[in-house]
């Protein structure tokens, strides 16, 4: 689930060129503490870089656009006398502009402190599943359970595990990395006789800090991440539908 870090000019030698395939990577539950942290760090990146997403979601919006529009002709309308005004107003309409983007940045911080929460505090008992490439953690997913009857009406008695973060750096993506991790997590959830893998209601991706008018960008990610997940699972516990 996940947005973008800063790229270097050139990859290294731990790096995959975007038009090339990875090597056969290794996923597994990460037991040392180092790839546990690079694991979690990961995750709470993938929060953090939703506010870049929000915040183009505010800055492009059609009604802000006609609205900031009407602004800057509001301005010119009150400030234009003579064409020595002109300066005047153009530097006015620069603060207005800069307003505007620190509104953005500040209506979006709520981003960052989820981000910040995503410690081994909110990991608990679950544990954290890697997938590493030269080394470095590339692949990331939060794997919790759930024992009894599970949710609502549908009983559940085996227990079933449940996803609270996926996420996979963005030069990866597209390449396998996220499957990778859901088919491992689906296999633990079959080694421990569950009947179902869900995301979390509250996984780390799903906080929305913008009024819901907004959120029609991260509501269609978090339909693609759980249909994902469905076929994976159809696959390896033989429930969900295929499609």
Known sequence: MSSPPSLPLAPSSTEAPADEELPPLETHVAITPADQIAGLKLVADSVAQ???LAARILLYHPLHGALFAALLAGLWHLMYKTRGDIPLIFTTGAGVAMAVLVGARAATAGYIYAAEAVGREWLGEDVVLVTKFGGDVIGSLILGWER????????????????????????????????????????IVAEKGGEEIVFDDKHANSK????????????????????????VAAVGLGGGKKR
């Open 148 to 187: 009894g009857e599970g949710r609502g009406n549908r009983r559940r008695k085996g227990g079933r595990g449940v996803v609270r973060g996926w996420t996979t750096k963005l030069r990866y993506r597209g390449k396998g990395v996220g499957v990778a991790l859901l088919e491992e997590a689906v296999r």
């Open 50 to 52: 939703q506010r870049q």
């Open 208 to 231: 929305r800090v913008l009024p819901a008018m907004y959120n029609a960008p991260f509501d269609r990610k978090e339909a693609a991440y759980r249909a994902v997940l469905e076929d």
